[in-house]
T-cell receptor, first 113, second 108 residues
C-alpha cells in the first residue's frame, strides 16, 4: 500500500539535544512538507521541498533543518536552537506543490524536557 | 496571512446541520478542506479551485466565493463519524496556509 510513514510515533529528548524525525513516502510525490501542530494553532509550515536537493523555508523554520537527498525521504532535524520544540510534527506529500491533495503521515509527538 | 475559521467550535446532535466558514485577507487560487480526528493525521476532504464549481462528497459539500475570498463547508444530517477538527487551507500566490481549525462534536 502507498502512503507516508513517520517514525517514531513518540520521541523524548533532553533539552539541548538535536533530534531527527523521519518521513518516508512511496507515493512517487515530488512535493513534501513538514508541519508543526500545537493545541489551538492549526498546522504551521516549517519547511517544504518541491524536488530533490531543493527545499524552502516555511513560516516557522527557525531552529529546524531538513534535507531532501532522495525523492522518498524528507527528514526533519529539530536543533537545540528551537526554543520550544515540544509539539506534534506532521509530514505530508503531494503530487506537486499547489492545488493538489496533501497526504499526511501519522505524525511524531516530540517531548523535550 | 493565516485564514480565519469560524466558529472555533460547534456541538451538534446527530442529524443536525453545520456550516464552517473560512475567510482570507488575500486573493485566493484554491481552498482545501481537511478533517483531523484526535491524535490522528488530517484527512483530505476536498479542494475548491478558483472558477470551479461547488463540490460535494456524500453529505459534506463546500463553496468558494472568490470575490469575497471565503469558503464554507456544509455538513448536513451530521453523523457521529463527522466529529473532529476541520481545517481549511488557503492557497494564494505562494504556499498553502492552514487556519486554526474548527472543532466539531456530534453527540447521539
Amino acid at each position: 500500500d502507498g502512503g507516508i510513514t513517520q517514525s517514531p510515533k513518540y520521541l523524548f529528548r533532553k533539552e539541548g539535544q538535536n533530534v531527527t524525525l523521519s518521513c518516508e513516502q512511496n507515493l512517487n510525490h515530488d512535493a513534501m512538507y513538514w508541519y508543526r501542530q500545537d493545541p489551538g494553532q492549526g498546522l504551521r509550515l516549517i519547511y517544504y521541498s518541491q524536488i530533490v536537493n531543493d527545499f524552502q523555508k516555511g513560516d516557522i523554520a527557525e531552529g529546524y533543518s531538513v534535507s531532501r537527498e532522495k525523492k522518498e525521504s524528507f527528514p526533519l532535524t529539530v536543533t537545540s536552537a528551537q526554543k520550544n520544540p515540544t509539539a506534534f510534527y506532521l509530514c505530508a506529500s503531494s503530487f506537486a506543490r499547489g492545488s493538489y491533495e496533501q497526504y499526511f503521515g501519522p505524525g511524531t509527538r516530540l517531548t523535550v524536557t | 496571512q493565516q485564514p480565519v475559521q469560524s466558529p472555533q467550535a460547534v456541538i451538534l446532535r446527530e442529524g443536525e446541520d453545520a456550516v464552517i466558514n473560512c475567510s482570507s485577507s488575500k486573493a485566493l487560487y484554491s481552498v482545501h478542506w481537511y478533517r483531523q480526528k484526535h491524535g490522528e493525521a488530517p484527512v483530505f476532504l476536498m479542494i475548491l479551485l478558483k472558477g470551479g464549481e461547488q463540490k460535494g462528497h456524500d453529505k459534506i459539500s463546500a463553496s468558494f466565493n472568490e470575490k469575497k475570498q471565503q469558503s464554507s463547508l456544509y455538513l448536513t444530517a451530521s453523523q457521529l463519524s463527522y466529529s473532529g477538527t476541520y481545517f481549511c487551507g488557503t492557497e494564494g500566490s505562494e504556499k498553502l496556509v492552514f487556519g486554526k481549525g474548527t472543532k466539531l462534536t456530534v453527540n447521539p
